[in-house]
Each structure stands twice: as structure tokens, then as C-alpha cells.
């Protein structure tokens, strides 16, 4: 049956599996475009549901940054979790149907927070560089 709330050892599988795919699509620029693109396609679906995405911006220009080799203060690791949750988010080979209102966003929420969740100190490295570096060049 269907699980009413949301499981964290279910949540990691899940970002394991996109994890595997990520470390192949990272290595080539063009696919994470093709999969930020698709983001943000999707994100224009998902009601906005409090805090666990208020991230995802700053976790998008964080990824650019280290394609473009912009920001490299951050491992590869990192960047493979983060853009795990987006596979996971964007393929969804879901547990739970997104027919079933909210539940269905709240697998692709677990996954997605707990990537963030995972990441927060690179996300919060990043955001500084970024906000220094835009001090100097204004």
C-alpha cells in the first residue's frame, strides 16, 4: 500500500540510484543543461511548498558555476548529489503516483531536501563566493 508520509532511508535510495546516473551525466555540460532546463520546466508544476526548495535556485547556479568551471571549490560528489535529486525529480520512476495529490510531490520533495540537506555547507560556500564576487565586480 501506499506509505502516508515520507521515509529518509527511502529518500536516500532513491538519490543513490540518481547519484549513479549523475556521475555520468556530469561529465558531459550539454546533458546537465538539457536536465536544468527540464528543472525548471518541472518546478514550474510543483506548488511551492515551503522552505525545501527555496534552494533549488541557488543549487542550479551553484552547478553552472562548476560546468563552467567558474566555481571549483566543490567536489564532484557534491555536484553528482544535487544533480541526482534532479534526475530523480525529472524521470521519476516514482514510488507513489503524482495522480495522488501531494503525496506525489512529497517523495520528489524527500529526495530533493535531503540532497539540499546533504549539501547545505557547499550550497552556503557557494552562495558567499558568489555574493563576493558580485561585490567586486559591482
Known amino acids: 500500500g501506499i506509505i502516508m508520509g515520507f521515509n529518509m532511508d527511502q529518500a536516500r535510495g ?8 549523475a556521475q555520468q551525466v556530469i561529465q558531459d555540460p550539454s546533458k546537465v ?7 525548471e520546466e518541472k518546478l514550474k508544476e510543483v506548488p511551492k511548498i515551503g522552505e525545501t526548495l527555496s534552494e533549488v535556485p541557488l543549487m542550479i547556479a551553484m552547478i553552472k558555476a562548476w560546468i563552467t568551471k567558474d566555481y571549483t571549490e566543490v567536489s564532484p560528489k557534491v555536484i553528482a548529489c544535487l544533480v541526482g535529486a534532479i534526475i530523480y525529480l525529472i524521470k521519476k520512476k516514482d514510488l507513489i503516483s503524482d495522480n495522488i495529490p501531494v503525496i506525489g510531490i512529497a517523495d520528489d520533495l524527500g ?3 535531503l540532497a539540499l540537506k546533504l549539501c ?7 552562495a558567499e563566493w558568489r555574493a563576493a564576487k558580485n561585490a567586486v565586480q559591482g
Do not use: R
Open 120 to 126: 547545505e555547507p557547499e550550497l552556503k560556500a557557494f
Open 111 to 113: 529526495v530533493m531536501g
Open 14 to 21: 532513491l538519490l543513490d540510484k540518481g547519484i549513479q546516473e
Open 33 to 39: 543543461d538539457e536536465i536544468l532546463v527540464q528543472l
